[in-house]
């Protein structure tokens, strides 16, 4: 693996906006990480369909909630980092933002849709239904047509500046959506269940749950990083082809006499 | 903690189905994402490297 020493000179966080110590960073984490996140999903997995007992209520269809709740958490707050980086983007202006809410949305929309359906593969046996048009499964259903809408309009769009601009702006209006979706089963009499894990309540779940729970929401966490990096390397790539560094880079020595 | 055999671990009391059918979902939106990527990556790269009309092709 080949990396570009990052100058020691410019001391300042910014050195980060540029494309090219970016992806020297993200070369360097993405490997780890994806090691980190299968270690925790292995012992997620242990505790979670081993060690935890079966739910008193649910049986052993409860265990779905292992990778429904990590993967849902994760869907809605990677929406809300490619909100965050699209309105760093319209403020800053700086490329690197605009590609980085851009490399998010694709696992925020896989996140949601495994979210959506390992719900329902719970809600069959638990409520005898696969779907119902609930507050908090009709808001997440939503959250996967915002992440859809986002990719289209970034992909669809050329020059990749108005793409960034107009995803930009969808991405923060669509944030709205998210606090919906976590109030949901609060302001609405809803069949979802409400929190099992939350500050006011404490937690209402036996130990070994609670541990395999926070061991998948680690390993979707460290996984949606990794993903996220290596898929803005990719973007990088993409759009920053035509330039001198990527060319030295990759493109081997001689690059530079090309006239 | 519990101790299941092989039989009963499959069978989950009937919801089985449900969940293996919830996790393999998961493994193949992993590996579809992983390997997707790499074939991104991997189609990026040799645009580069045709862009910038580069005599040796390099591994990253």
Redesign the interface.
Known sequence: MKYQQVGSGNKSWLRWASPRNFDALAARLTRPLMYMAAVLAALGLYWGFYLAPADAVQGDSYRIMFLHVPASWVAMIVYLAMAFWSAVYLVFRTRLSAMMAQALAPTGALMTMLSLLTGSLWGKPTWGTYWVWDARLTSMLLLLFLYLGFIALTRGVSPSSRADGAGSILALVGAANVPIIYFSVVWWNTLHQGASLSFESGVSMHSSMLTALLLMSAAAWVYAIAVVLARLRVLILEREAHTDWLARQYGGPTIGSIT | ??A?SLQE?LA?????V??W???A??AA??AL??LG?RQ??RR??Q???R??????R?K?
């Open positions: 903690m519990s299941y671990l989950l009391n009937g919801h089985g449900y969940v059918s919830a996790l979902l998961c939106a992993i994402e992983t990527l991104a990556r990026a790269l645009r580069v490297l862009l910038h009309r580069s005599p040796q390099s990253s």
